[in-house]
Each structure stands twice: as structure tokens, then as C-alpha cells.
């Protein structure tokens, strides 16, 4: 039982510090409040990519890593792709307050770690996070300011292709994602915004333009008088 502890505040570090790594410090002049973003779509619709390619370009958002008790896939790193737990160590953190939200999608549960995202909004930096439909919603109940975006395709044929494509879920678990789809696209008038992935280099000039404008509205800026 101890040595478990141990591994869980160990990964609860990774989660909380690891992931700061990156993070520079504000430029001089820019006097605004930091704002999540969240992307949220159907599973194949590309939000991942879209948010790790707007962290690339731009280096004032951060990427929030999402934590996972499912198995980890080939060629992925624990803390990169995501922070894997095992399904008792993630009870106790899920316990002890340690996230904004947690899901259970597929049989496997799933979570949004706070530390990491209060830290650098406090630093000034914008957090991007990769969530489902009820982890947007709840982002945006705990931080009032949340950006949500929501990613679709142009059609299901493409969704469903997509999904294949990757070649990482069985037959039954594609099935389960095409169904969730059609209440997950049902959703998609909550969002501030909808950008149709259709090419992967456009939608990521569509996030970033969005993330632009939103640190020019009036109502982020840090009065100075």
C-alpha cells in the first residue's frame, strides 16, 4: 500500500510539474487574464492534433495533458499522450480533489488534473485541453472565461474513415464511438465556436485566429488605472 502512494504522488508530480516544462514567462505589455480553450468532438475528428499543432506555433499556450486509466498504446509516452494511472490510483487522486473533471468513456476512466491548469493561468498562459462534451462543460463552470471550440468533420463517412484509419480500436469499440457521435454533434451549439476539420493545417490557422481574438476582448484586459 505504500509503495502505491508512492507512485501516485510521483505521477501527481509529473502531472503538476513535468508539464510546465515549457512554459516562458509572459512578455512585457501583454496585460490580459489567460483563458482555458477547450476542443471537444467526436473521437476521430482530429482535436488532439489541432491542439498540439496551435501549441507549436504559438508558445503562449500550453497543453493541458489529460490522465487515463486505459492501457498505453504503442509508440506512446506515459505524461505525453497522457498520464496513465492505474484504475485504484486513479480513485484515490479522483478522491483527494486532484481533478476538474473525470469521465468514464469505453470502460476506462479519465481526467483533467487542476494543478497544472491554475499554475499556468497564474504564469499568464493560456491553456489549450482535448475534452469530451461533459469535460467542456465542466471546464467551463470552474473557470468562468473558458473558450470551447468544438472540431467536427464534414461528414460521417469521413468520421468513420478516419477512425479505421488509425488502426488503434477494435470493430465494437468503433461502433461505440460512431453511435456516441450523433448526441456528441447535438452538442455542438453549447460551443462559442465550430471549426469543420476538413484539412488538418486550416483548422489549426482557424484555432489559433480564435485564440487571438479572444486576448483581444476587452474584458480580458488587466485594467492598469
Request: aromatic share 8%; net charge positive.
Amino acid at each position: 500500500m505504500r509503495r502505491n502512494a508512492s507512485r501516485i504522488t510521483h505521477g501527481a508530480r509529473a502531472v503538476a510539474g513535468g508539464q510546465g516544462s515549457g512554459v516562458r514567462g509572459r512578455g512585457a505589455g501583454d496585460k490580459r487574464h489567460a483563458f482555458p480553450i477547450v476542443l471537444s468532438s467526436p473521437s476521430g475528428a482530429g482535436k488532439t492534433s489541432i491542439a498540439r499543432g496551435v501549441i507549436r506555433r504559438d508558445p503562449r499556450v500550453v497543453y493541458s495533458v489529460s490522465a487515463t486509466t486505459r492501457p498505453i498504446r504503442p509508440g506512446e509516452r506515459n505524461h505525453h499522450a497522457y498520464h496513465f494511472f492505474s484504475e485504484p490510483e486513479f480513485a484515490r487522486l479522483k478522491q483527494a480533489g486532484y481533478f476538474v473533471e473525470t469521465a468514464r468513456v469505453y470502460d476506462h476512466s479519465y481526467g483533467t488534473p487542476k494543478p497544472f491548469i491554475e499554475q499556468a493561468l497564474v504564469q499568464g498562459r493560456d491553456v489549450i485541453l482535448d475534452l469530451d462534451i461533459q469535460g467542456a462543460r465542466s471546464m467551463r463552470r470552474l473557470f468562468p472565461g473558458t473558450v470551447t471550440v468544438f472540431i467536427t468533420v464534414p461528414d460521417r463517412a469521413e468520421l468513420q474513415r478516419r477512425l479505421r484509419a488509425r488502426k488503434t480500436d477494435a470493430p465494437e469499440v468503433i461502433r461505440k464511438r460512431l453511435a456516441c457521435a450523433a448526441a456528441e454533434w447535438r452538442a455542438a451549439r453549447e460551443f462559442d465556436y465550430l471549426v469543420v476539420n476538413q484539412d488538418l493545417k486550416q483548422a489549426i490557422d482557424d484555432v489559433t485566429m480564435i485564440i487571438k481574438a479572444e486576448r483581444l476582448r476587452a474584458a480580458r484586459r488587466v485594467s492598469t488605472t
